[in-house]
């Protein structure tokens, strides 16, 4: 008979210790949802806040955007102008070079009909003296026949 009353005792602890867990299980279990249900809710309020918080600041937003554009125009405009200016001062050296080029090439010019003239004199001396002077060397290329 001890062994049928062991297992009348065991078969007790058995059905203690499931409902023991059971109820623990359910505890756990409500708890969670309770959880579950209060983060919800705490997340639909941070939602509103947010939203809240997002539609009185538009207007901040959109002004601090409109001035950030202003700025990034006023830069570009800047830009503009002094990309300008830098072209006007280029085009005032292109003309100045030119200048300078021009008077180099007359100042050439005039130096070799200088020259020019001081052969011709040379070469009028050399037949007044009855020298025969050669005759001039074609320049160029010669033409095929």
Request: zero cysteines; hydrophobic letters at 40%.
């Amino acid at each position: 008979m001890a062994y049928a009353q062991e297992l009348k005792n065991l078969v007790a602890e058995i059905k203690t210790s499931h409902r023991d867990r059971t109820a623990y299980v359910k505890d756990i279990k409500d708890t969670t949802h309770e959880l579950i249900a209060r983060f919800r809710k705490e997340l639909q309020e941070m939602a509103k806040d947010l939203k809240d918080f997002l539609a009185k600041s538009e207007e901040t937003r959109k002004k601090d955007f409109a001035d950030f554009y202003k700025e990034i125009q006023e830069r570009v405009k800047a830009v503009k102008e002094d990309t300008a200016k830098l072209m006007k001062d280029i085009k005032v050296d292109i003309g100045a070079i030119k200048r300078t080029v021009a008077d180099l090439l007359a100042d050439y010019a005039a130096e070799r009909k200088e020259a020019a003239r001081y052969w011709a004199g040379l070469k009028g001396a050399e037949a007044a003296a009855g020298e025969v002077a050669p005759a001039p060397r074609r320049r160029g290329r010669r033409r095929k026949k």
